[in-house]
Each structure stands twice: as structure tokens, then as C-alpha cells.
């Protein structure tokens, strides 16, 4: 059983990730919006990261939270806190589902994770990993008060490391 929280923000319920959740997950995953991410991925690699976003909560205390709306409950993305051997820190992440993009969800989800984790986890610092190609997600790093640190580890070489403090 997950110890994962329901978390809230005025619009959205931010909570654990079911198998009503898989089929549009795999959707994303499977599309180039996950390149990003470094998708696409095949079927296998989509199903071990929808069970390594859930297994994280049992085994480190945090792990991936479905962004779902409150009045509809459609389901817009997720957010999380990875960390373990493939994060060298704390990382606040997200991905958004296409009919989500540009109003402001996944800001709302991000900001109410990030003020979990320091609250309730009482994480020093957070990180967030960002394909350099990816603008949405580097301004919207850079819109939760994410500065670059050209000197973090981070798991792929690539990537920007924003870290908000």
C-alpha cells in the first residue's frame, strides 16, 4: 500500500497514481511529447516507469503524484519528487498531458509539491532536471524560482539542472 498523500491546490487534487491512470500515461510515454524525457519509450520502459513513479513512495517517501482536476476529474499530468541511484538529488518534476499546456496546471501542481516536500519532508533543496530543447519546461522551472547551476550533478549530461532553493 502506497503512504502517498492527496495533496490540493484550488483547482487541482494531486494524488496517487491508480491504473485508471495508466492508459493515458502510456499515451505520453509512448509519444514524441516525452522526448524530453528521453522517450518515446516502448510499452516495457512505460510500464517500468509508471511502477517506479508509484514504487518510490513505499520505498523512499515520495515519489509521483496525477495532477487531476477537482470538479471533472480529468486527469492533466503528474508531478513528483525523484530521487534514489538514477537522481543524484531531490528532483521536482513534471509532465503535462497536451489538452493541459498553457494554463498554468502544471505551475499549481509544482509549486503545492515543492511546498510538501520542504513542509512535510523538510528537503533543503530541490532540483529540477530540464532537456535544454524543452522551452516550456525551462520557463516554467524558471517560473517556480528555479536558477540554473551549471555545476550540479545531474543523471544525464545534457540536461539544465534549475535548482530551487
Known amino acids: 500500500m502506497s503512504n502517498a498523500p492527496v495533496l490540493e491546490t484550488e483547482r487541482l487534487h494531486l494524488c496517487p497514481m491508480t491504473m485508471e491512470h495508466w492508459p493515458d500515461y502510456f499515451d505520453f510515454m509512448t509519444s514524441d511529447r516525452s522526448a524530453g524525457m528521453g522517450g518515446p519509450f516502448d510499452a516495457k520502459m512505460s510500464w517500468a516507469l509508471f511502477c517506479h513513479d508509484t ?3 513505499s520505498l523512499m517517501g515520495h515519489g509521483a ?3 487531476t482536476d477537482k470538479q471533472s476529474g ?5 508531478v513528483g ?5 538514477l537522481f543524484p538529488e531531490h528532483e521536482l518534476g ?3 498531458y497536451p489538452q493541459a499546456e498553457g494554463k498554468g496546471l502544471a505551475f499549481e501542481a509544482a509549486r503545492r509539491m515543492a511546498t510538501w516536500a520542504r513542509d512535510e519532508r523538510q ?3 530541490l532540483v529540477s532536471y530540464v532537456d535544454q530543447d524543452n522551452i516550456r519546461s525551462r520557463k516554467l522551472a524558471e517560473r517556480l524560482g528555479g536558477v540554473l547551476d551549471p555545476r550540479a550533478a545531474r543523471p544525464e549530461p545534457e540536461d539544465l539542472v534549475y535548482r530551487h532553493y
Open 55 to 57: 514504487a518510490q513512495w
Open 81 to 85: 519528487i525523484n530521487h534514489g541511484p
Open 123 to 125: 528537503l533543503p533543496s
Open 74 to 78: 480529468m486527469c492533466f499530468g503528474q
Open 65 to 67: 503524484l496525477m495532477i
Open 94 to 96: 513534471w509532465l503535462v
